[in-house]
């Protein structure tokens, strides 16, 4: 019998009965909300009668719609009637089924994928479901996440399981040392660049390699976050001493024995010599530089010291019509150099690159500087205790100095959905995870980045080569 991947083993573990040859129904261990995907699932629940099955695997957060403007947790308030609404559907649907939920006013509140993690929910082996794609995030310490639908929203609340169409199993190596300047961030566009935004649809991602292993927790939750961004299903990196320490340190309910037992079974979490991938890709990190995206997609993106491509140099006609549209909307020309494009505003946040190590590496370039004339550059965390975290370790206070928005948490500019938005026409240098048209405002120009050379944008107006600072640790 052929060994089995990691993606096989978390499957096969959580597998309460085989449907076909192709599908199974998964058992659910942790199940996240918010508050625009899970309105009609209670809805539905209501309408036949029953009752969320298990409220203690359940959590909620109020994060898409809230406005992030900087006044004390306690006194935010939703002043636009339908978000305001959804907020309060939400908090009315928790107290019912008695679920955990970090509502506006929380002081921990903030993005479902950065306090999951944080507060120690997330641990190696298991399945957490949320209504949002992102939730590949947590393939980062060994559980498999992935995003549902409204539909399967209600069928986890009422059984705890889901029926799951299984993935195809695909492994990115990348060895070798990210350059100084380089990071996490930078080596996932360059993966969607290299695949192609439906490079691994259909498929579960497995990351390992020198560069991985090197990778901080946080670092790889960046990685894990937009590999969907190439169709992936799910992204996993196997649990390993850093996977360890981060969950020690965040999961207070592990210690002694329980500790100890968890430690065990985490070792098992790992792909068998002898299995077998669909599809393998390998990649040599010391050859990565800065990624920027340039039009609307996350694969549409060069280095910073690349060029606009032509369309007129791409053979198959459909693939020159979507390079002709991108770059109408993005307003670049074909040839054009990326670094130097002027930008006029500064997003650094989200569940990408709203964490602290982010904001370290934002303030440590922010710090002596200013932001340049006529760029609004907004800083958000990830959550209530990085913002605190950030505040107690003097990062808020460099970044206020320099000219930075010191925001509350929230998802804010990642998607127009509050009150963070672009103008028409605006273009905006992001630490998100997508660039599509409208994305971050009606006609907005996202530009995807690391926190780093999101940060050298803020600062010196326009798009530039971060190493070129000497500071980017």
Wanted: aromatic residues 4%; charged residues 20%.
């Amino acid at each position: 019998m052929p060994g089995m991947t990691l993606y096989d083993k978390l499957v096969a573990s959580h597998e309460v009965a085989r449907i076909d040859d192709e599908h199974v129904l998964l058992y659910v261990d942790l199940h996240i909300m918010n508050e625009y995907t899970s309105p009609q699932a209670f809805s539905g629940l209501a309408a036949r009668g029953r009752p969320v099955l298990r409220p203690g695997q359940q959590m909620a957060v109020v994060d898409h719609i809230i406005p992030t403007h900087p006044v004390p947790a306690a006194l935010r308030v939703i002043a636009d009637d339908a978000s305001s609404r959804q907020a309060l559907n939400l908090k009315r649907n928790c107290d019912a089924a008695r679920i955990a939920l970090f509502d506006t006013t929380d002081p921990l509140q903030g993005i479902e994928h950065v306090i999951a993690p944080e507060h120690g929910m997330i641990l190696p082996g298991m399945v957490v479901l949320c209504g949002d794609s992102h939730t590949t995030t947590y393939g980062a310490l060994g559980a498999l996440g992935f995003g549902i639908g409204t539909s399967e929203v209600e069928h986890i609340l009422a059984t705890q399981t889901l029926v799951y169409r299984v993935a195809r199993n695909m492994r990115i190596r990348v060895d070798g040392v990210l350059p100084a300047g380089v990071s996490a961030k930078d080596l996932v566009i360059y993966i969607v660049h290299r695949i192609g935004a439906q490079g691994a649809r259909g498929h579960a991602v497995e990351f390992c390699g020198e560069a991985i292993a090197a990778l901080s927790a946080e670092a790889r939750m960046t990685l894990c976050n937009m590999t969907v961004e190439a169709g992936a299903r799910a992204a996993l990196i196997a649990p390993d001493a850093v996977t360890d320490a981060y969950v020690a340190a965040h999961a207070p309910q592990l210690h002694g024995e329980a500790l100890r037992q968890a430690r065990e079974y985490w070792a098992t979490l790992r792909t068998d010599g002898d299995a077998g991938f669909d599809i393998e890709h390998a990649f040599d990190a010391a050859g990565i530089a800065p990624f920027v995206t340039w039009g609307t997609s996350p694969d549409q993106a060069v280095p910073v010291d690349g060029r606009v491509p032509d369309p007129q140099a791409e053979p198959d006609t459909l693939a020159r019509l979507a390079l002709e549209k991108a770059m109408d909307y993005i307003g670049l020309a074909a040839g054009a150099p990326i670094a130097g494009v002027p930008i006029d505003r500064v997003f650094i946040g989200s569940c990408t690159n709203g964490r602290i190590e982010d904001l370290r590496v934002v303030a440590g370039l922010a710090r002596g500087r200013k932001v340049a004339a006529g760029v609004r550059a907004m800083v958000v965390p990830g959550s209530g205790a990085v913002r605190a975290q950030a505040e107690a370790e003097g990062l808020a206070a460099q970044l206020i100095e320099a000219g930075f928005e010191w925001r509350q948490p929230g998802c804010s500019m990642c998607l127009a959905m509050n009150d963070d938005v672009l103008r028409p026409g605006e273009r905006c240098a992001s630490t998100t995870n997508r660039n599509f048209e409208g994305r971050q405002g009606r006609a907005g120009r996202t530009h995807l980045m690391s926190p780093a050379m999101a940060a050298a944008a803020a600062l010196a107006g326009r798009i530039v080569d971060v190493r070129e600072w000497g500071d980017t640790k």
